[in-house]
């Protein structure tokens, strides 16, 4: 089942009466595709651990999932710290600087309940649902750049989309 309601994408539509079924699987192919974007495995809540050594002194930690919603525990080299997801959504901020070679353990939330998705992110699923519920053979476009390599991109995921979520999205490391 998707993170938004289908009855409320008809709203979003202005098609109240549409046929939930269509409904619920443009949502659906919609949050895949921005859990993708984003870096996610899934936009629903779920509980994760992750062990990180690190290799310089550290205070800001990258993170296997994310996006980082909530913390639960977190120790370094086998002491409890206090950390936070306050610097960006894949990444935990330590209360102090690590040693280089540290082993920091955080157990830690990521996505959201329905009641919680953040507002872009929630726009962006909506709108790229409405492409595909519009356009279900829109499928993949191919686009040539200016040195003549081939790229294909969603058409579904529009630029507009994209802003919305780059404060969500996995940083390139």
Known sequence: MPILSPDGFGVYL?????????????????????????GAESLLLAS????????LAARI????????TS?????????????TTGWHYWHLRLQGETAPGATVEASYTTGWQPQDLPEP?????????????????AGLARIVTPNLTEVYRSNYLSDSARLLLA???????
């Open 61 to 68: 930690v990258p993170l296997e999932y994310g996006p980082v």
């Open 48 to 55: 994760r651990a992750s062990r990180v050594v690190t290799r």
């Open 167 to 173: 404060a969500y999205r996995r940083p390139v490391t």
């Open 14 to 38: 202005k098609e109240p009466e549409a046929r939930e079924s269509s409904l619920i699987a443009a949502l659906t192919a919609a949050e895949s595709l921005v859990a993708s974007y984003i």
């Open 121 to 137: 992110v929630e726009q962006a699923i909506l709108m790229t649902a409405a492409s595909i519920y519009a356009r279900p053979d």
């Open 71 to 83: 913390v639960s525990s977190v120790t370094v080299d086998g002491a409890d710290v206090t950390a």
